[in-house]
C-alpha cells in the first residue's frame, strides 16, 4: 500500500503507486503509525529534492522527522508552491534565485526566506488553507506553468497543453490562446518561469 506522499499540482497530498522525479518536504506531516494528519505544512520552506543525493538512504517517514513527498517532475511541484532545495539543488536554487531578481529587476539574489514568504502568500489562502489560484490568457502563460483545463490539471509547454496524470502528459484538445484559465502555478513561481527557469520535466512532455 502506497504511503500518502505524493504530491499533485493542486497541492493536495495522496497515496499514489507514481513516485516520480524529485522528493520535498514541508517538514513533519507524519505520526507514529506513517499516516498524515490534518496539517499539510509545519514550515513555509516548501523544498523540491533530488530523490538520489551522495547515495544517502532514509525511511520516507521517520519518527518526528520530517515527512518525504514525492512530485512528478518539477512542473508539479512549482505548481503545487514548492522551489529547489538550495543544498542538494544548489545549482537549480541559485538558478531559480537569479529568475527571481530578474523577473523583479532586483541587483541581488533574494535570500531562502524571502522568497519562502513571498511563495506562501502566493500559494495558499490564509483563511481556508487551501491553495490560491488565479485567472489568466492561455497565451500569456510561461512554459513549465501548470493549469486546469476541464478540472483536470495541465502543462503549458511550446504553445501547447497536455493534460496530466501519473502515467505521464497526454496532448488534449488546445484550447484557444485567449481563452481564460485556472492557473495552479503561484504568481511568485510564474515569475520564475517567465525570466527564464527552465524546470525538471518528465520524459512524456519530451515525446509529445
Known sequence: MPLQNRVLPTQEIVAAPGRGLLMGNRGALHGTERRLGTTRWRTKAWICCLLDFKGAQRDPMPPGRWTALFFFDEAVALAAGHRPCAYCRRRDF??????????????????????????????VESRTRRQRTTIAPLGELPDGAMILVDATPALVLGGRVYNWSWEGYATPADPPAHREVVVLTPPANLVVLQAGYAPLLHPSAVRN
Not at 523577473?103 to 524571502?114: I, K, M, N, Q, Y
Open 94 to 123: 541559485l538558478r531559480y534565485a537569479g529568475a527571481w531578481a530578474r523577473g523583479r529587476g532586483l541587483d541581488e539574489r533574494p535570500r531562502a526566506a524571502a522568497m519562502d514568504a513571498q511563495l506562501h502568500l502566493d500559494r
